[in-house]
């Protein structure tokens, strides 16, 4: 079980790690102040395993890999959203961090729910509505390459076993 953060439309890159910390750039940092400027108690209570439920083009704005690393790095087991930015979306699978597309679930879940995803079969229940929803999951090669951790680890695992 997870707890869902609900966030909104047009979820920028800024919003999720706000520039003025930027200064440093290791993953802990970045997960100290991911999504500071949207719900300040986030970074302190999300749990290990929550899921992030946004709404149209989550991810706008910059292309920096810091938004997908701090949202990965404070525990986030996925996001869902009605759409992403197309760079924020290359940058999330860049560095394995589960993104899934379901305009249904971002409808029918609400702030605080319990939710259940199943990334290799893209199924999504709603604990706390009893409700199910289904994203396209991803195909194999890309759930490889989820699972390594990123494109970079992925790589170097397929030359190692080459």
Known sequence: ????????????????????????????????????????????????????????????GSSREHAPVAIKAAGVKAVIADSYARIFYRNSLNIGMPILECPEAVQGIEAGDEVSVDLETGKIVNLTRNTEFTARPFPPFMQDLIKAGGLIPYVKGRREHA
Request: proline share 3%.
């Open 1 to 60: 079980m997870a707890k869902a953060w609900k966030f909104g439309d047009d979820i920028d890159t800024d919003v999720i790690i706000p520039a003025r910390y930027l200064n440093q750039n290791t993953p802990e940092h970045l997960a100290a102040h991911c999504m500071e400027d949207a719900d300040a108690n986030f970074a302190k209570e999300v749990k290990s395993g929550d899921v992030i439920i946004g709404g149209k083009n989550f991810g706008c």
